[in-house]
């Protein structure tokens, strides 16, 4: 009945705890998919098919946030992925809660004394940060999020206040992260929080959401979601590759400002080759943009 699917599809509200006299609001959502986002949802699931009967690939996720509507749709969400260097955004988003509790942490300097043993196959490598030189923990997070620098990564990872951090997770309703385990994993929905809270400014401060959002504005991996979208488009964006020689992973999320259209695209793909996850990649965020431009 109309009454039941109404109830079904009731707005879920999620705020902020641990405040005495408010509850910031953080996210409103649908429970319920959007019906004008099915052909693109259906398009490119066939695309996926595609891609896992003829390139290797064995699985991808993909969701979407058109924040025109607030409409979503999401494939394959019970798959779960290392997230590998998409880590790095929730470590950013540690550090500037961070010094919004300790004003001035982001001038403080950090020496890189010795390398650090990355147990990592990088794929895509950018620049990295000079041993035995000293860096303002802000522009480590610039190394760490515009370059995907691993050593600035494991340094700042080094002076990290772990509380802070298991509490990103806790307020976002995730799965405590635990240090000492291996390896973290996400749905490609749960991953999506921290892009979407940036987006929203509804965790940290403005001026701090926008900050973050320009250090990722200048994300320099092009072979995916940006492949295919015009060069004036204004994007920010985070890849991470993990998995092993024999079943590599390779993500993106990226939020497109596509005019009086923003929306958010994460793809999480496995299987046994770059170069076709990349193509994949790019291919979902060619067929998202047309479809949306065209709403």
Known sequence: SQIDDANSCSYSIKRLDGYNYIKPLMFVDDPCEDDALA???????TLIENYKNNQGVVAASVYLRDYESNGWM?????????????????????????EEQNPGLLQKELLFRQSFAIDKNVAYKSKS???????????????????SDNNATALLNNNLKIEVLVKLFEDFG?????????NYYFTVKEYSIFMRALYNAS?????DSEFAASLMSKSEFKDGIK??????????????????????????TAIVYL?????????????????????????????????LKNL
């Open 39 to 45: 052909a693109t949802k259906q398009e490119i699931n």
């Open 74 to 98: 999401v494939l394959n969400d019970n798959e779960k992925y290392e997230p590998g260097s998409l880590f790095k955004v929730p470590i950013l988003i540690t550090y500037l809660k961070m």
């Open 129 to 147: 940060i000079q041993l035995g030189k000293s860096y303002k923990i802000k522009e480590l997070l610039r190394y760490m999020i515009e370059y």
């Open 174 to 182: 995730l799965q405590k992260p635990d240090v000492n385990a291996k």
């Open 203 to 207: 965790y940290l401060t403005i001026e």
């Open 227 to 252: 492949k295919f979208i015009p060069k004036e488009v204004k994007t920010i964006s985070k890849f991470g590759e993990s998995g092993t020689n024999v079943e590599m992973q390779l993500h993106e």
């Open 259 to 291: 005019k009086n259209r923003p929306y958010l695209l994460t793809v999480m793909t496995k299987g046994k080759d770059n170069n076709s996850l990349s193509n994949l990649i790019g291919e979902i965020s060619k067929i998202t943009f047309s479809n």
